[in-house]
Every structure is written in C-alpha cells, then in structure tokens.
C-alpha cells in the first residue's frame, strides 16, 4: 500500500519559517519526481516545488529564493524548507510523487500565515 505522510504544517507569523516534510511507504521513492503542492481556499491546487530523482529543483516564482525542496532518498522523504513566510502563502500544502505513469498524493498538511 502506498502512503504519502505529510508533517510539519502549522500557525507562523509574517516573516517566520516552517519545514515541511513528506515520508513515502509502497513505492521505490529513489524513481520518483516529488512535488508539493498548495491549494488555499477557494483557489486551485498549484505547483510550488519540485524535485527530480537525480536531484533537480524547480520553484513556483511565488516562492523562489524563500522555498526550497530537498530530499533524503535513504528516508525516503521530501521536504519543503519556508522561509520568510508571507500571508499569501497560507493553504494547505500536498506532497505528491509520480514516475512512469503513477501519481500518488498525501493527505495535506495545513500552513496558516495570519496577516
């Protein structure tokens, strides 16, 4: 059975940091592109990180210079590094990996940032 596990969200001030991360069960997760993904209310579900099997990054410009994504295959985990938060970063975030035609997704894990 494949699981994704999302941990890490929580309540932050304006300008604080959060560390996401997202452990894999059910899958060779060294094979697998892992995103993250956000979805705030009333808004659609958008990319914000990704990060091939060889290592490759690549950020939504929302988040560039503030985000960033790494991954610990021996853990198999992927984690979403926040920094300098800002109100608008506020949704529930989603790890989710696929490779060769599977996708799989987590179950969210919820970031506030109060204005």
């Known amino acids: 059975q494949v699981r994704l596990v999302e941990s890490g969200g929580g309540l932050v001030q304006p300008g604080g940091s959060l560390r996401l991360s997202c452990t894999a069960s059910g899958i060779n997760f060294k094979l697998y592109t892992m995103n993250w993904h956000r979805q705030a209310t009333g808004k659609q579900r958008e990319l914000v990180a990704s990060i091939t099997s060889d290592g490759s990054t690549n950020y939504a410009d929302s988040v560039k210079g503030r985000f960033t994504i790494s991954r610990n295959n021996p853990w198999n985990r992927v984690s979403l590094q926040m920094n300098s938060l800002k109100p608008e970063d506020t949704a529930t975030y989603y790890c989710?990996?696929?490779?060769?035609?599977?996708?799989?997704w987590g179950q969210g894990t919820q970031v506030t940032v109060p204005p």
């Open positions: 989710n990996g696929h490779a060769s035609g599977s996708a799989f």
